[in-house]
C-alpha cells in the first residue's frame, strides 16, 4: 500500500514545482516543521472530537445561552396518522402534485383540502426546532470566533500578511509554525465534522451549494497543506472566517427574536461580505496564485488544481452575494429584512402564507354561497319594512 501511494499519489510532479524532489523539501528540526501528507490523518480523531464536543457544547452552553436570549419555541399542530399518506410522505415525495392529491383522495377518502392541510403540518412536524437552530448558530459563532482570533494573532506579524507575494518567496523551502500547523488542522477537522454532521444539521435552500463548500473547503485545504502553500491558505481560511462571525451571530439574534438588531447586523455582514469576498479574495489571493505565483516557479498540476479550487469556492461568493443583494433589494424598498433568502425560515414563511391563502379562498367560496341567502334576506327585510309603512300609513285613514 505504502509503495502504491509513493508511485501514484505522492509524484512529485503533482505536488511540487518542476525540478524539486521531496528531498529538497526536507529540512532540519531547528528550521521547523515541513507539511508532510500523513499529517492530515490526524484531522479524522480530531473532527470526531469536534462532534462529541458540539454534543455537549449545545447542551451545556448553548442552550443555558438560548433562555438567556429568550428563544421560545413555535406551537406545531401533530398530525394524525393516516398510513397511506404517511407512505406517500416517505417513499415518494413531501410536496404532492395535484394528480397525487387526486389519486390520494380516491384511496383514503379524503378530500384534497384535508389531504393538502395533512401534508402540510406533517411538513412542519419535520422542521428542525429553533431550538436546533440556536444551537448550531451559537456552536458555529464561538469556533468562528476563536478560529478568527487565534488566525489574525498568528499572522499579523508575518511578511505575506501585508504583502502576499511574500507567500511564494523560498517556495517550497518554507517551515511552518507550530501555530499555522495547528490552525490548519483544526479548521480542516471543524469543515470535516460539519460535512460527517450535514445529514442532522439544519437543511436550507442552498444544501447543495453548502454540501459543495464543505467539499471544496477540505479539498483546498488538504491539498493545500502537502503541496506547502500554508501560507496562502491561512490567509484564505481568514478571510472566510471574518464575515461567518457576523453571519452566524446575526442567526442567533434572529432566533432570538431581536429584530431591532438584525437590521444593522445584516448591513454589517453585506457590507464585510462584499468586501473580503467579493474583493479582498479575487483581487488579492486569486490574483498572487494565478499571477504572482509565476514569478516564482513554473505550472504544474498543483497549480492548476489549487487555483480550481479557488475558482469554484469564488462562484460561490458570487452565487451568494446574489441572495444577499436581493435582501438588499427588499430592505431598501420595504425598509426591513423580511427573512434570509437562503434560511429555512423562507419555506414555513410560504407554508404560512398558504394557509393564510386558502383561508381567504374558503372565505371567498362561502361567501359565493352567502352572497345570495344575504341578498334574499335583505329583500325580504326590505319588503317587510315597506308593507310595514304602508300599513302605518293606512292606518289614519282607516280610523
Known sequence: MEAFFNE??????????PGISWLDTETK????????????????PLAVAF?????????CFADPLRKLFGVEERVRIRVVPIPKLETFYTQNTRLPSQSDVLSLGKQSGLSQRKIQTWFRHRRNQDRPSRTKKFWEATWRFVFYLASFTGGLASLINTS?????????RDYPKQPVADAHYWYYMLEMSFYLSLLLCVSVDVK???FKEQVIHHIATIFLIGFSYCANFVRIGTLVMLLHDSSDIILESGKMFHYAGWTWLCDPMFIVFALVFMLTRL?????????????????????FFGYYFFNALLL????????????????????????????????DEESEADDDEEEEQEEESSWDQRKGTMNPK??????NCVLNNLTNHRSVSRLPKAR
Not at 462532534?51 to 447542551?59: D, G, H, P, Q, T
Not at 469554484?312 to 431598501?332: D, E, G, P, S, T
Open 8 to 17: 501514484w499519489l505522492w509524484k512529485e510532479e503533482y505536488w511540487l514545482p
Open 29 to 44: 528540526e531547528e528550521e521547523g516543521r515541513f507539511p508532510r501528507p500523513r499529517d492530515l490523518l490526524f484531522c479524522l
Open 51 to 59: 462532534i462529541a464536543l458540539r454534543y455537549v457544547f449545545e447542551r
Open 160 to 168: 505575506w500578511f501585508w504583502d502576499p507575494s511574500e507567500c511564494w
Open 204 to 206: 436550507r435552500k442552498d
Open 279 to 299: 474583493v479582498v479574495f479575487p483581487c488579492r489571493v486569486i490574483h498572487t496564485t494565478l499571477v504572482l505565483s509565476m514569478d516564482f516557479f513554473q505550472p
Open 312 to 343: 469554484v469556492l469564488q462562484a460561490l461568493h458570487v452565487f451568494w452575494a446574489y441572495l444577499i443583494l436581493r435582501m438588499i433589494w427588499k430592505f431598501a424598498f420595504m425598509g426591513k429584512v423580511e427573512r434570509d433568502e437562503r434560511s
Open 374 to 379: 344575504l341578498a334574499s334576506l335583505a329583500d
